[in-house]
């Protein structure tokens, strides 16, 4: 299964043409470039369904809630899959973004709630090594170079300016980013790189899913 160049020009010439005129006289280019997304989003979620428990595959809208924004382009520039990992005890979410020239593949936690930050913030400040084991580990430095996320300009509130982990701690989300050529989206091995690169994540979810679901001494606070 692989993603057609077609698909990828298409977008290209939306975002050239980012209007309702010109989207109405291509819908056809477009319900096939979607038709191709969605085969590609269900066999993502095949693969990678082999070695992990997973929520359905959720192709995002590629209509643009304009509302309260100033761009008032009506159409997103790329197709967005996400893929949430299941049940209450495995924590993270599977993102790919296709779009000519800025196509990656991601995933992590990019804007947890405020019980949630609080919880991983008080982990790395007790312990800031396995985490920083996982950051330093062969694969997730070949494939993502390190953690990312929106950070605070200083401590936040509750902890030490001078704490150790403080490129840690003032960090407001937690994400993995891998980016990826239009030659390398349409090639016949993608399906493969998406798989090995949502798996290279593996450890980084699974030690934060540990943490969000137990307190600091380790013990569970979920019902079971």
């Given at each position: 299964m692989t993603i057609r160049p077609s698909t990828l020009q298409?977008?290209?010439d939306l975002a050239a043409n980012n209007n309702r005129e010109w989207f109405q006289a291509n819908k056809s280019r477009y319900e096939a470039a979607l038709a191709n997304m969605k085969q590609f989003a269900q066999a993502v979620e095949n693969v990678l369904g082999e070695t992990d428990h997973l929520e359905p595959a959720n192709l995002f809208r590629i209509y643009r809630d304009v509302r309260f924004s100033k761009d008032k382009s009506p159409y997103k520039n790329?197709?967005?899959l996400g893929i949430s990992?299941?049940?209450k005890?495995?924590?993270g979410g599977y993102y790919l973004?296709?779009?000519p020239g800025n196509s990656f593949i991601g995933g992590g936690?990019?804007?947890p709630n405020a019980a949630d930050l609080k919880r991983i913030r008080a982990e790395f400040a007790m312990d800031d090594q396995p985490i920083r084991e996982i950051m330093a580990e062969a694969r997730f430095r070949q494939y993502f170079g390190t953690l990312q996320g929106e950070t605070l300009k200083t401590a936040p509130q509750g902890f030490d300016k001078d704490h150790p982990a403080l490129d840690l701690l003032r960090m407001k989300g937690f994400v993995v980013k891998r980016n990826v050529t239009d030659?390398?989206?349409t090639s016949e091995q993608f399906?493969?790189?998406v798989k090995l690169t949502f798996q290279a994540m593996r450890p980084f979810f699974d030690y934060m899913s540990m943490v969000l679901t137990t307190n600091l001494n380790g013990e569970s606070v979920l019902e079971d």
């Open positions: 298409f977008l290209k790329n197709f967005g990992r299941a049940t005890r495995l924590r973004q296709i779009e936690f990019w804007q030659e390398e989206v399906l493969q790189e």
